[in-house]
C-alpha cells in the first residue's frame, strides 16, 4: 500500500443550530488503500462526506488533495477536483442507455458521436470486469450493475477519491462479492477509496485502515489487522461492550405461559400477495420470528396479520375472541402495532416533526377531530426521545433530517406509545449502526419482559437467535418449519430454509 497521502482533512468542524456535528476531525485518505468511515447513526460520518464533497461549507478546518490546499465549492467542483461518490441510492437514470449515463453531461459537441461514445465505454466496462453492455438501458439492470456503472463514470472521469456510500445494504452475496472485486482492481490502480458501512464483516474482508468517529469526535484511526471486532464496537459505543451473551441469556424468558390463550391466533391465514395459508400464535411475553431468505414470504405474512395486506381467507382471534382484522386501523384497535420493513416508504413522514411522527398512530386512533393538545403532544414526545435516546436537535425537526437509526427509533416510539399488547417489527435494525441494534434488541427483551407480545423479523439470522425464543421458518411463501430450544441455531435455521420441512 503506498504511503502517500491523496487527502488530508484536519480539524474540520461543521455546526447547526443546537448541534455540533463535527467537532476538529481528522481523516486521512492515503493512495491504493480501501479506508472504512465507522461510527453510529449521528456519528458524523455523513456530515464529513458532504463537507468533503461540497455539499455543506466547513466551519472549521483544512482540505488539502496530494498536499495542495483546496477549497471544496459545490459537488461539481468536489468532482472536477477527483472527488467522486456513489450513494446508496442510485443517481443515474434509468431511461439512458449505459454510455448516456456514463458521459451525460461531459460532451461538449453538440452533435455527439455515440458510435464512438459506445465503444469507449464497452472498452472502460471491459477493463473494470463490468458486465453489461454500454448500449443496455440502465433502468434494465440490476442495482449492483447501476452501482458498478456510477463507479465506471466516476473513474472515466479520473477520480483520484472514490466515495461508497452504503453500497451494498441493498446487494445479495454475489453482487458483494463483484463489487468488492471492482474495489480492489481500482485500489490496484491507486485510487482512494472511503467505504461506509454499517456490515462489520465487509469491513474486515476488504478496508486496509478504519477511521472512527462518535458524537461528531474523532476516536481514532487502526490499522485493521490491529483492531479485532469487538474492540472496533467497544470504540463506537463509547464503552466495553460485551452485550451479545447478555442479550442470548435475555432471551430465555420464564415468564411465557404457552398454554394459554394467543395473545393472536391466525388460522389458515391467507393474503393477496402470495403466501400460502398458514397458522400462526404467539403468547404473553414471547418474542418469537419469522424467517427466511429475501422473498420468502416473511414480510408478507406480518403484513396479512397487520392487515396491511389484504385477506382473502382464514380466522383470527385476539385474546381468544374471534376478530376480522381488513384494514391496520382494526388491527390498532385490537392492539396490534406494526413497524413496516422499509421505513422510508411506509414508515416516516419526512416533513413531519420528530413530534408528529411520535403522536401520529394514537392521533389515528383518536380521531384527528380530536387533537391532542400542545402541552400533550410535547409530553408524550419529550417522554419517548428521553425513553429511546434519540438524537435530534428539538421535538420540532423534520424526521427526514435525523440519521437512519434516530429515525427508526421514532417510529418505535410511535408505536409504544400506542400501548399495543402485541408488537410487529419487521427489520428494525436495517441499516444501523451496531450500538443502536443492541439497544434494540434489548429493548425488545424489555417489553416482553413486562407482558408484550414481540414478533421479530432481521435477515441476519445471528440477530434472530439471539432475540427470539421461537423462529416460524419459511421459504416460497409457505411455512416449512418451526424451531424451539436447541434448534435455534445457524445450521438448523439454515438447513430447514435450505430444504426440508423439519415441523
Not at 420468502?296 to 397487520?306: M, T, W, Y
Not at 382473502?312 to 386501523?329: A, D, M
Not at 384527528?368 to 417522554?383: I, L, M, V, W
Request: aromatic content about 6%; proline content about 3%; charged content about 25%.
Amino acid at each position: 500500500m503506498a504511503n502517500s497521502a491523496i487527502l488530508e482533512m484536519r480539524g474540520i468542524c461543521k455546526f447547526f443550530p443546537g448541534v455540533r456535528a463535527l467537532e476538529n476531525v481528522d481523516f486521512t485518505l492515503r493512495e491504493g488503500e480501501i479506508h472504512a468511515l465507522m461510527g453510529e447513526n449521528g456519528a458524523g460520518k455523513s456530515t464529513l462526506i458532504k463537507v468533503l464533497t461540497g455539499v455543506y461549507p466547513k466551519d472549521g478546518g483544512a482540505v488539502s488533495l496530494a498536499g495542495e490546499p483546496v477549497h471544496i465549492k459545490s459537488p461539481q467542483d468536489a468532482q472536477n477536483k477527483g472527488i467522486a461518490t456513489v450513494y446508496q441510492e442510485i443517481t443515474l437514470c434509468p431511461n439512458l442507455t449505459v454510455a448516456e449515463n456514463m458521459y451525460i453531461g461531459r460532451t461538449k459537441s453538440p452533435f455527439t458521436n455515440w458510435s464512438k461514445i459506445n465503444r469507449q465505454a464497452d472498452q472502460l466496462l471491459d477493463e473494470l470486469c463490468i458486465p453489461v453492455s454500454a448500449t443496455e438501458q440502465l433502468g434494465n439492470c440490476s442495482i449492483a450493475i447501476q452501482q458498478m456503472v456510477a463507479i465506471a463514470r466516476a473513474v472515466d472521469m479520473d477520480c483520484k477519491v472514490l466515495i461508497l456510500d452504503e453500497p451494498t445494504s441493498s446487494l445479495d452475496e454475489q453482487e458483494v462479492q463483484r463489487l468488492f472485486g471492482l474495489m480492489r482492481d481500482l485500489k490496484a490502480k491507486g485510487v482512494g477509496i472511503i467505504f461506509v458501512t454499517h456490515f462489520l464483516e465487509q469491513v474486515y474482508e476488504v478496508c486496509d485502515r478504519i477511521t472512527v468517529l462518535r458524537d461528531g469526535k474523532l476516536v481514532g484511526e487502526y490499522i485493521i489487522e490491529d483492531l479485532p471486532r469487538v474492540q472496533l464496537v467497544s470504540k463506537m459505543l463509547g464503552k466495553d461492550f460485551d452485550d451479545m451473551a447478555e442479550i442470548k441469556s435475555g432471551s430465555e424468558s420464564e415468564n411465557i405461559d404457552l398454554n394459554g390463550t394467543p395473545v393472536y391466533q391466525a388460522i389458515n391465514l391467507t393474503g393477496t400477495t402470495g403466501i400460502k395459508p398458514f397458522d400462526f400464535e404467539i403468547h404473553k411475553g414471547e418474542v418469537n420470528g419469522f424467517t427466511g431468505l429475501l422473498g420468502s414470504g416473511r414480510s408478507e405474512s406480518v403484513r396479512a396479520i397487520f392487515g396491511a395486506d389484504r385477506v382473502v381467507g382464514g380466522k383470527v382471534k385476539v385474546n381468544g375472541r374471534e376478530v376480522r382484522i381488513r384494514k391496520p386501523l382494526d388491527a390498532m384497535k385490537n392492539g396490534i402495532s406494526y413497524l413496516p420493513e422499509d421505513r422510508k416508504l411506509d414508515g416516516i413522514v419526512g416533513d413531519l416533526s420528530v413530534r408528529d411522527n411520535i403522536i401520529l398512530a394514537l392521533q389515528v386512533m383518536k380521531g384527528f377531530f380530536k387533537p391532542f393538545s400542545r402541552a400533550q403532544a410535547e409530553a408524550f414526545a419529550d417522554e419517548y426521545i428521553k425513553l429511546l435516546n434519540i438524537k435530534t436537535a428539538s421535538q420540532d425537526t423534520p424526521i427526514k433530517s435525523l440519521s437512519g437509526g434516530n429515525q427508526q427509533k421514532v417510529i418505535l416510539a410511535r408505536w409504544l406509545l400506542a400501548n399495543p399488547q402485541y408488537l410487529i417489527l419487521d427489520e428494525p435494525t436495517r441499516g444501523i449502526d451496531v450500538g443502536t441494534k443492541v439497544e434494540i434488541q434489548k429493548l425488545v427483551l424489555k417489553l416482553a419482559a413486562e407482558g408484550k407480545s414481540v414478533t421479530f423479523i432481521s435477515s441476519e439470522i445471528d440477530e434472530m437467535v439471539r432475540t427470539c425464543s421461537r423462529l416460524v421458518v419459511m421459504r416460497d411463501g409457505k411455512v416449512v418449519g418451526e424451531l424451539t430450544g436447541d434448534e435455534l441455531n445457524q445450521n438448523t435455521i439454515m438447513a430447514t430454509i435450505a430444504g426440508g420441512e423439519s415441523k
